[in-house]
Each structure stands twice: as structure tokens, then as C-alpha cells.
């Protein structure tokens, strides 16, 4: 008896401890991929928000231009932490809908879509148009020509046009309390193409994230059974 009630508490104990280090190596790899994603947030925030100051289309107080990035200090870090925020959210929402995403679920799909998504934000900055609309027109089916071919998702879809409208809403606030301005702007206090970018970028982080989080799932795995 004595020796059958060892037992049980050792298996319990190895159990016990086996699940500890599953939810220890859960939430490190969560804190890895949020890591990674707001990398990527930033870098892209210097580079895109670069592109947009050199065209004039947005304008900081002359004391804020003063960092070698050509950028406000704070737009680095906010778009770095709506990108984690983003790209952590599209693989939960996957698994809560039960709807795993394995469309082009590979790392060239993924880079091709972040260089259309810089291409999107560079033709808003350099492609002259005839009128706005026209550029909002023209960037409305570019964003959702880059859902369909990288994404097909209907959570996807619909995510993209819920971060599209609170970025938006977020940056009229802010315009309207003159943190910084667009010069033209036709929709209220921005750019009337300035959702479709926000669309396009919540579709590009979130197939950054998938990614990363489905590299997670075949790689993790191994390790217990290499053990």
C-alpha cells in the first residue's frame, strides 16, 4: 500500500511539474512573439512614417523633428504596441472561432505581404492622383486585393476593418488636438485614405503573428519528445 501511494504521488508530482513548465513555456513564448512583433512594429513605423514626412503628408512641430528618424518619439512605441497587441490577437481569435488559418501559411507568403503592404504606404506618399478619391478608391482595393491573396479569412476580414476604424478614430483625436496634422486633409482632421492603411497593416502584422505562432506550435512540440 505504502509503496502504491509513493507512486501515485510521484506520478502526480510528475504531472504537476510537466504542467507548470508547459504554461512556464507558454507565456515565455508569448513574451518572444510579443517581442518580435513589436520589433517589427517599430522598424516599420520608422520607415513608413519617414516616407510620409519626406512627401509633406504629415507634419510634426518643428522642436518634435528632432531625432535622426525624422519622427515624433512616441510613434515608434505605439505602433510597436498596437502591432504586438494585433498579432497576438489574430492567432487567439483563429483558435477561439475554432478556425485554424493555413492559407499560404509560410515565411515567404509573409514577407511578400509585408512588401506589398510598404508598397500600399509608399504609393499613398508618392503616387500622384488626380483627386483624392481617387487615391482612396485605388487603396481600397489594393488593401483588400492584399487580404485576398494573403489572408481569405473572414475573422481576418473583419478584424482588419475593426483595427481600420479604432486607428482611425484614435488619429483624429489626435489631430484634433493638434499632437500633429495632415496637410489636405478631406476626412474630417486626416486623410481619406488613412483607414485602408490601417487595414492593410492590421493584415499584414496579423499574418506576422500567425506565423509566428504556428512556428511555435511545430517547433515546441519537438522538444518534450526529444527529451
Not at 504537476?16 to 512583433?37: E, W
Not at 475573422?155 to 483625436?173: D, E, P, R
Amino acid at each position: 500500500m505504502a509503496e502504491e501511494e509513493r507512486t501515485k504521488t510521484t506520478t502526480v508530482q510528475i504531472r504537476h511539474g510537466h504542467y507548470l513548465s508547459a504554461i512556464t513555456n507558454q507565456n515565455m513564448n508569448l513574451l518572444i512573439r510579443g517581442v518580435v512583433l513589436f520589433s517589427i512594429g517599430v522598424f516599420l513605423a520608422l520607415v513608413l512614417n519617414l516616407l510620409q514626412i519626406q512627401r509633406n503628408v504629415t507634419l510634426f512641430p518643428p522642436d518634435v523633428i528632432a531625432s535622426i528618424f525624422s519622427s515624433a518619439w512616441w510613434v515608434p512605441p505605439c505602433c510597436g504596441t498596437a502591432s504586438a497587441v494585433i498579432g497576438l490577437l489574430y492567432p487567439c481569435i483563429d483558435s477561439h472561432l475554432g478556425e485554424p488559418h493555413k492559407f499560404k501559411r509560410e515565411w515567404s507568403s509573409v514577407m511578400r505581404c509585408v512588401a506589398v503592404f510598404v508598397g500600399i504606404n509608399h504609393a499613398s506618399a508618392k503616387v500622384d492622383f488626380a483627386n483624392n478619391m481617387q487615391l482612396s478608391l485605388t487603396l481600397a482595393a489594393l488593401s483588400i486585393g492584399l487580404w485576398w491573396t494573403f489572408d481569405r479569412s473572414r475573422s481576418g476580414f473583419g478584424l482588419g476593418i475593426g483595427i481600420a476604424f479604432l486607428a482611425t478614430l484614435v488619429t483624429q483625436l489626435l489631430v484634433y488636438n493638434g499632437v500633429y496634422q495632415y496637410t489636405s486633409p478631406d476626412f474630417l482632421y486626416v486623410r481619406s485614405w488613412l483607414p485602408c492603411i490601417f487595414f492593410a497593416g492590421g493584415i499584414t502584422m496579423g499574418n506576422i503573428g500567425r506565423q509566428l505562432a504556428m512556428y511555435e506550435c511545430k517547433v515546441i512540440p519537438e522538444k518534450p519528445h526529444q527529451d
